[in-house]
């Protein structure tokens, strides 16, 4: 039997072949002749390649599939009704129950390695899900199952869970729709420019409401509000809005405080952010973990935001509009991030080091991710600049943070902000007062 390097590295092989077709139709004359000794043409299993994959039609002609069409949900599906795809799936089940293959005997790992192998050309290789989208646990639960049976170097899926964002830092400016009124003005407020381009919009203007409503009304259990429910207001509407209205609202550039204020206040930090006390970062962390979908959102947000001192960016992805949306991921999980105070990119979550013991460092490590990572602000300062991804780290209004030390970062994680003292009460308020004249079904939100 060929080897499990062997096979991958013919997998690399077909992969380019595949690459090389640009009709997006392969003859099955031309399989049979070059490729059929290897996969039958009888078989139903797609081969991937970068960009499109090979797959069989019933009458056993390979055509190409545009990659990003198999999530792992539907992947999952496909393969289970697959008679020869659905055993190996279920043997590479057992050998991730059974705690990976290292922990099993010669036998059990020989089966282990071939069902990774075989399912290399299967539509659950390089599978991911999609932020938002329906049974979205359902597909994280099969990715990560799948994450855990790396075998010999053999990856079936990404390090990410999510779909990649092609698209750079290239959003288009919304143009302020209130030009006229602030033409006469000194200084323009960029978060109320955001605010009322979402109230134009059906889509933002609806699921803006619906997150304030949910934020801002009382709770009988909970007492001020409904964290859990605001939560999920908060996830639905970044997960549904177009980056192109929510960036806006939360990375508008502020010169003044009213307005940093205001984009501090954009997520209600009284209900979804902020408590009496700050909890241990690496408890939020811990219960973050456990959580099927905070678990993703975070992992994608340290692929996306990872910092590099290589690259003129500051990103090892090169790809602000990436960083910004894995950000805007977290929003509404247990470790949502928010601004700390009113300047532009000092955020993190509400959390603490105070009590982590002898993994006070561990903790720090994680504030890291947002307290000290030159993607990560840069990422906010370029969008406020309305600069491309691909400019230079230091650029004007965009310079490179200085390093922290862990006393500053402890000292960061426990700043307190002007405004927190702000209740759900008085924040309800605040919203009411800026109610735009027209009205609405749920709570206002503010213009």
């Not at 080897?3 to 399989?31: N, V």
């Not at 678990?295 to 960016?313: G, I, N, V, Y």
């Not at 030390?405 to 405004?419: D, G, R, V, W």
Request: one cysteine or more; charged letters at 20%.
């Amino acid at each position: 039997m060929a080897s499990a390097t062997f096979l991958a590295l013919l997998h690399s092989l077909i992969s380019c072949l595949c690459e090389s077709q640009r009709s997006g139709m392969m003859s099955k004359q031309f399989w049979d002749n070059n490729l059929a000794w290897f996969y039958k043409p009888s078989s139903r299993h797609p081969l991937h390649c970068e960009s499109h994959s090979v797959r069989f039609s019933d009458h056993g002609v390979p055509w190409l599939v545009s990659a990003g069409q198999w999530d792992c949900l539907t992947a999952g599906d496909s393969c289970s009704s697959d008679e020869a795809c659905s055993p190996r799936l279920r043997t590479l089940r057992q050998c991730v129950a059974g705690g990976g293959s290292v922990k099993l005997g010669p036998g059990a790992r020989n089966h282990c390695e071939n069902a990774v192998t075989a399912l290399l050309a299967s539509p659950l290789h390089r599978c991911q899900c999609k932020r938002g989208m329906k049974r979205e646990k359902n597909c994280l639960s099969i990715y990560w199952s799948l994450k855990q049976s790396v075998i010999h170097g053999l990856n079936l899926v990404e390090s990410y869970p999510y779909e990649p964002v092609e698209r750079g830092f290239d959003y288009v400016r919304l143009a302020s729709i209130a030009a006229e009124s602030d033409a006469g003005m000194a200084a323009v407020n960029h978060c109320l420019d955001a605010a009322k381009a979402c109230n134009v919009d059906d889509t933002c203007q609806k699921l803006r409401t619906e997150y304030v409503s949910a934020c801002i009304a009382p709770s009988v259990r909970a007492g001020s509000c409904n964290r859990v429910r605001c939560n999920k207001a908060l996830r639905k509407f970044f997960d549904r809005v177009p980056p192109d209205y929510t960036h806006e609202l939360l990375f508008c550039p502020c010169s003044d405080t009213a307005c940093s204020e205001r984009r501090r206040q954009t997520i209600v930090p009284a209900c979804s952010y902020e408590e009496r006390e700050k909890p241990n970062c690496l408890a939020q962390l811990s219960i973050c973990e456990d959580d099927l979908v905070c678990k993703s959102r975070w992992a994608q947000f340290k692929h996306d935001c990872q910092p590099s001192e290589l690259t003129a960016s500051g990103c090892q992805q090169e790809n602000y509009g990436a960083c910004l949306i894995a950000y805007t991921g977290l929003i509404g999980t247990t470790i949502t991030p928010n601004y700390l105070d009113n300047s532009t990119s000092n955020v993190g979550p509400w959390c603490s080091c105070a009590a982590s013991g002898n993994h006070r460092e561990q903790c720090y490590d994680f504030l890291i991710h947002f307290h000290d990572n030159i993607c990560l602000k840069n990422a906010i300062l370029a969008f406020g600049n309305d600069t491309d991804s691909k400019s230079p780290a230091n650029q004007p209004g965009a310079g490179s943070p200085m390093p922290n030390t862990p006393n500053q970062h402890h000292a960061t994680s426990t700043i307190t902000t002007t405004t927190i003292s702000i209740n759900v009460e008085s924040q309800q308020n605040i919203f009411h007062s800026q109610i735009p004249t027209q009205s609405l079904t749920f709570a206002q939100i503010p213009v």
